[in-house]
């Protein structure tokens, strides 16, 4: 028995999130799908994450359990044959028994990206939030620094009814280590990494620095939230389409 990490990208809009579900197109599935054809197994590959319905990923990580005797360099090439290109492999390493592409993770990176011009060029539009109304930017950069440390995230976080298992720890304290908005272009682009994040949390987060960009809330009213401790608190969800898992670190 080898067991395997693999690095995937992949356009996560036209599928139903990373994990598996009957009658709906996922990550996950796809995946599992592939690794049986090339191996006969029955293997289900566990994410770093799950990402939601229409969520992209640029270095998503997976493990699985193999007794195929194909060379692990081979793998790249034979999983990209069968998976669909919206789902690439990019790369293929063996690892230890022990590790684990969730529970070994030390740390995310996510990035969400909104399109600020009066028009969005249509084959950019699955993978932004177009969002061309008066914003704000200064005061959402201000709000952005607000949750880097140690926070309990409840108020940003949607309710998930698989938590509180034994996999899942029941803890919404998270720890954020960088919190920033940048312009680029003409895209005003959020970027955050932590220690790990809850269900739509980073979304939550985006829908709230809106409120801020568009003087709802002031920057300063962040901190209140966080210690609310209630999602009613915060901002709505923002779109799916412009969030990225861009890197897990162990």
Not at 103 to 123: D, F, N, V
Request: hydrophobic residues 40%; neutral net charge.
């Amino acid at each position: 028995m080898r067991y395997l990490k693999l690095v995937l990208a992949y356009d996560g809009t036209d599928f139903s999130g990373w994990q598996v579900q009957p009658n709906a197109a996922t990550i996950q599935g796809a995946l599992a799908s592939a690794i049986g054809r090339i191996s006969g197994e029955k293997v289900l590959p566990q994410g770093s994450g799950r990402t939601d319905a229409g969520v992209h990923a640029l270095a998503q990580v997976a493990t699985f359990a193999t007794d195929s005797p194909m060379p692990v360099g081979n793998w790249v090439k034979a999983l990209n044959d069968l998976l669909p290109a919206s789902i690439r492999v990019l790369e293929a390493s063996q690892v230890e028994a022990e590790f684990h592409a969730r529970k070994s993770a030390r740390g995310k990176t996510y990035r969400y990206r909104i399109y600020r011009e009066p028009i969005c060029p249509p084959l950019l539009a699955r993978y932004v939030w177009h969002y061309p109304y008066p914003l704000d930017e200064h005061a959402m950069t201000s709000a952005a620094g607000l949750v880097v440390g140690e926070h309990d995230f409840t108020s940003f976080a949607a309710v998930d009814s698989e938590r509180g298992t034994e996999d899942e720890p029941v803890s919404n304290v998270r720890s954020i280590f960088e919190s920033r908005w940048e312009r680029k272009e003409v895209e005003f682009v959020y970027t955050v990494r932590g220690s790990g994040f809850l269900h739509h949390m980073v979304r939550n987060l985006v829908g709230t620095f809106i409120l801020v960009g568009k003087g709802t809330l002031q920057a300063s009213d962040i901190t209140g939230i966080l210690q609310a401790r209630n999602r009613s608190a915060a901002g709505a969800t923002a779109p799916a389409s412009g969030l990225y898992l861009v890197e897990v670190e162990y």
